[in-house]
């Protein structure tokens, strides 16, 4: 398809309705509606995205091929719970084994003031904040309370997507 007639018809909608994108977008659907040659020339450039999307929806609706097997779908990756109690400490800025009492049992807080990831996913009451430790040159830290919610809901988002088929 030549781009001249595209481009032919894009001046005249633009004439016809006066300067504004709007109207000529919508009189170069409505003349596509009724001309093949615009409608070809329009979407030409965009041909395989359309046709790529066109078979991600058959697939969605469950359109299948006789005698074709599609490729498994992939699992999401795995995050044991350990894992996942690791990183959300490390964010958190506190252990796991919730360090900052000297007696094992944890106070709630890691060194930093921050929550710990068990108080984070066994829903404990927030620690009051208190002024972190800064050393020399550090970034200034994020609110404990800042922190422990963007860990709850980096935690939920995680939980959701993994339920997902």
Do not use: C, H
Not at 87 to 107: C, F, K, M, T
């Amino acid at each position: 398809m030549s781009d001249s007639y595209l481009d032919g018809k894009v001046r005249e909608a633009l004439l016809t309705a006066k300067g504004s994108r709007s109207l000529a977008q919508a009189t170069l659907m409505k003349w596509a509606a009724g001309d093949d040659r615009l409608l070809k020339a329009m979407a030409q450039p965009f041909l395989k995205a359309i046709s790529g999307a066109a078979i991600v929806a058959a697939i969605k609706r469950g359109v299948s091929v006789p005698g074709l097997s599609l490729p498994p779908a992939k699992a999401p990756p795995k995050l044991s719970q350990t894992d996942l109690m690791q990183v959300l400490s490390q964010l958190g800025g506190g252990d796991v084994a919730g360090e900052g009492r000297g007696d094992g049992r944890g106070d709630g807080r890691g060194a930093g003031g921050g929550l710990s990831a068990a108080d984070i996913l066994g829903g404990a009451p927030a620690a009051k904040p208190t002024a972190p430790q800064r050393r020399p040159g550090a970034a200034k830290p994020t609110a404990p309370a800042d922190q422990a919610s963007t860990i709850r809901t980096l935690a939920a988002v995680y939980a959701r997507n993994r339920k997902r088929p």
